[in-house]
């Protein structure tokens, strides 16, 4: 039950993600057609577009990449065999739940702190838009906690077809 509550929480942060792609392709469009049709830029869609971008690509990491999916440079890790791959996964999820949770707490006050700032043509605060980066933080632990307790299980990061270490986010 719990596989497939988490199947139906990833699906939905797929659709979300697809509608900030929709969103962001007609702000460009929109761009495009007032820029070269009517010689009349608009600041509101290059800024909807780029605050998308953000929130798309933090969004996904947090939620939509599996960690199989992660993007690596596994020279080192292919060459290991099993044990070695535990503990490299061992020492790498560990060096980063320490970096970045050590970066929750400045995080958190910087994008609190935005609120005073407001976006130059939505007019939304910053911190409203800047809120995306500590949910990422926060996924990117719990993802990081959750594949730290399989490889402590001895579970290989790289078995082929392994879906118990993924984050299932």
């Known amino acids: ?13 797929e659709n979300i993600a697809a509608a900030m792609i929709a969103v962001m392709f007609f702000a460009f469009l929109v761009q495009i057609v007032f820029r070269y049709f009517f010689n009349f ?14 929130w798309l690509v933090l969004w996904g990491a947090a939620f939509v990449v599996k960690e199989r999916e992660e993007i690596r440079f596994d ?18 999820a560990l060096a980063l739940l320490v970096l ?18 407001k976006s130059s043509y939505l007019k ?3 911190d409203w838009l800047f809120s ?23 579970k290989d990061p790289e078995a082929a077809g392994d879906p118990g270490v993924s984050s299932g986010l």
């Open 1 to 13: 039950m719990m596989r497939e509550a988490g199947a139906w929480l990833r699906r939905r942060a």
């Open 41 to 54: 830029p608009v600041g509101w869609a290059s800024e909807l577009s780029v605050v998308l971008w953000l």
């Open 75 to 92: 020279l080192l890790t292919e060459l290991a065999g099993r044990r070695g791959r535990i503990a490299m996964g061992i020492v790498a």
């Open 100 to 117: 970045y949770g050590l970066s929750v707490k400045p995080s958190f006050d910087y994008v609190s702190f935005m609120k005073v700032e």
């Open 124 to 126: 939304v605060r910053m």
């Open 132 to 154: 995306i980066y500590v949910v990422f933080l926060i996924a990117v632990i719990v993802r990081y906690l959750w594949l730290l307790w399989h490889l402590v299980r001895s």
